[in-house]
């Protein structure tokens, strides 16, 4: 019964290795070798505020979204950008990709 839920949970692994390639290719025109790569050159850092990320979620990131690397990408082009943090990522997305909107922000802040 172990070994075939190991086997099952292999399996799903895989499944998921292979559905994470399609996404890659289908949406950002990259590979997930090119992303391992990409991810390797950054030592694992987000492009913006370098904080460590991670590949994958596991165990001890206790479901943190934040922590888990995500591909930005122009959403008009579709064009791959670079390798984010959740944070980041979703802080690009709320202002829409507008700089100027970025830059309100930043005078804002100071």
């Known amino acids: 019964m172990v070994s075939s839920l190991k086997a099952a949970n292999l399996g799903n692994q895989r499944l998921l290795r292979q559905a994470k390639h399609r996404t890659l290719q289908r949406?950002?025109?990259?590979?997930?070798?090119?992303?391992?790569?990409?991810?390797?050159?950054?030592?694992?850092?987000?492009?913006?505020?370098?904080?460590?990320?991670?590949?994958?979620?596991?165990p001890q990131l206790k479901g943190k979204y934040n922590d888990v690397v995500c591909v930005d990408h122009d959403h008009k082009t579709g064009k791959f950008r670079g390798l984010l943090c959740g944070s980041c990522n979703s802080t690009l997305g709320f202002a829409k990709d507008d700089t100027k909107i970025l830059e309100k922000g930043i005078d804002y802040l100071n």
């Open 27 to 58: 949406h950002y025109k990259i590979s997930l070798k090119d992303l391992i790569q990409l991810y390797e050159a950054a030592d694992g850092k987000c492009g913006i505020c370098d904080r460590k990320t991670y590949l994958v979620s596991h």
